[in-house]
């Protein structure tokens, strides 16, 4: 049963903040696993560009 934010007792509040917690550790694992991999290499903006177009237009 869902209670609204102000009747939450302190042990809700403490475990609604470890779970914040939790995700935020895991996404900056994520980060730094990106990070750690190294270069993606050289982007091709206009290419990426025009595949997004190309995309956005088989769609229509």
């Known amino acids: 049963m869902t209670q609204p934010a102000e009747t939450l007792t302190d042990i809700e ?25 190294g270069s993606a290499g050289p982007l091709d903006v206009q290419e990426i560009l025009a595949e ?8 229509r």
């Open 13 to 37: 509040r403490e475990e609604a903040a470890r779970r914040r917690e939790e995700k935020l550790e895991a996404l900056r694992r994520e980060i730094q696993k990106g990070i750690d991999s």
């Open 52 to 59: 997004a177009r190309r995309r956005f237009d088989a769609r």
